[in-house]
């Protein structure tokens, strides 16, 4: 799997948008970016992936350049609760692979 | 179904004394992962079950550590002759064979924090 590089940490006002950089610039074509967060004392928790397109759901929006060098996730109103470890992760899309996590991005979102 | 469950959720141990810890996969899940976290590190891989069966183990599991999944549904990690090095989080995670949606399958439990005094 790629390796990832992603900011030791990062803070954010409650209410704004956050905005996480990644890069994973040996990234191949068949690697798909995953993102996960893990709060304090639980387990890493699954917030989104793209493989070219940008994507979106309930919980955030994943940008991917053309190039597919760097990816951004963005949480678009950051709340007390999104206070985490942010792990950017890029592996191939094949069933049941393990996930190799760096030291990700500690966001801390003030009031 | 709540998800993936492990017990005990803290253990402080003894240097020298065996420890076992208990994974409860969410039920339709036929893969099971254990992960090793130190303070400040993000989780790294140690071994994974398909149904009950080992594929994998990663070099950081030692002789003294052994998982099983006896019958495909549970699993245990026991960690024999325990050393102040042994000091981790636990985590547990379980999938389906296939992501569906991709991604969103792989679902870890809260994990079992171990001090090993």
């Known amino acids: 799997d790629a390796k990832t590089t992603q900011p030791t940490s990062m803070d954010c006002a409650e209410g704004r948008a956050a905005n996480l950089p990644c890069n994973h610039s040996t990234i191949s074509g068949n690697e798909y970016v995953y993102w996960y967060r893990q709060i304090h004392s639980q387990g890493p928790q699954y917030i989104i992936h793209g493989l070219k397109n940008n994507e979106t759901n309930e919980m955030a929006s994943l940008i991917i350049t053309e190039d597919r060098k760097s990816s951004t996730l963005i949480l678009p109103h950051a709340t007390l609760r999104d206070t985490a470890v942010y792990y950017c992760?890029?592996?191939?899309?094949?069933?049941?692979?393990?996930?190799?996590f760096g030291g990700g991005t500690r966001v801390l979102v003030k009031p | 179904d709540t998800g993936v469950s492990q017990n005990p959720r803290h253990k402080i141990t003894k240097r020298g004394q065996n420890v076992t810890f208990r994974c409860d996969p969410i039920?339709?899940?036929?893969?099971l992962y254990w992960y090793r976290q130190t303070l400040g590190q993000g989780p790294e891989f140690l071994t994974y079950?398909?149904?009950?069966?080992?594929?994998?183990k990663s070099r950081l599991l030692s002789d003294r550590f052994s998982a099983e999944r006896p019958k495909g549904s549970f699993s245990t990690l026991e960690i024999q002759r325990t050393e102040q090095g042994d000091s981790a989080m636990y985590l547990c995670?379980?999938?389906?064979?296939?992501?569906?949606?991709?991604?969103?399958?792989?679902?870890f439990g809260s994990g079992t924090r171990l001090t090993v005094v």
């Open positions: 995670a379980s999938s389906p064979s296939r992501d569906s949606p991709l991604g969103a399958g792989y679902t």
């Open positions: 039920s339709e899940h036929n893969r």
């Open positions: 992760i890029v592996r191939v899309e094949a069933a049941g692979n393990k996930l190799t």
């Open positions: 079950f398909q149904n009950e069966a080992q594929l994998e």
